[in-house]
């Protein structure tokens, strides 16, 4: 099974960017989709964006325009680029991959805490 590691999470003021990043174990090629959801305390988790193989991208209405999701397949890598970031952004991060036979996994998450 692939291994996903995310990293960048941390503590920022509002207003302030960040980029999480996640690295997979395994090729991004063998992937349809990869991204990224998010889990706020007491809430389900939810779709921050996707990219496809194909680079399409998704975003969920509280995360366009303000936030960036971006592949290096030679690096196994998704990133998601946040700016503007606002305390109801503060959650766990959850790097995504779902493979061609529709298979989810998710990593362990990163958190990120945005302070007004």
């Known amino acids: 099974q692939v291994q996903l590691v995310e990293s960048g999470g941390g503590l920022v003021q509002a207003g302030e960017s960040l980029t999480l990043s996640c690295t997979a174990s395994?090729?991004?090629?063998?992937?349809?989709?990869v991204g990224w959801y998010r889990q706020a305390p007491g809430k389900q988790r939810e779709l921050v964006a996707t990219?496809?193989?194909?680079?399409?991208?998704t975003y969920a209405d509280s995360a366009r325009g303000r936030f960036t999701i971006s592949r290096d397949n030679a690096k196994n890598t998704v990133n998601l680029q946040m700016s503007s970031l606002k305390p109801e952004d503060t959650a766990v991060y959850y790097c995504?991959?779902?493979?061609?036979?529709?298979?989810?996994?998710w990593g362990q998450g990163t958190q990120l805490t945005v302070s007004s």
């Open positions: 995504y991959t779902q493979d061609i036979l529709y298979n989810q996994r």
């Open positions: 395994r090729s991004l090629f063998r992937f349809r989709v």
């Open positions: 990219i496809s193989n194909g680079d399409s991208t």
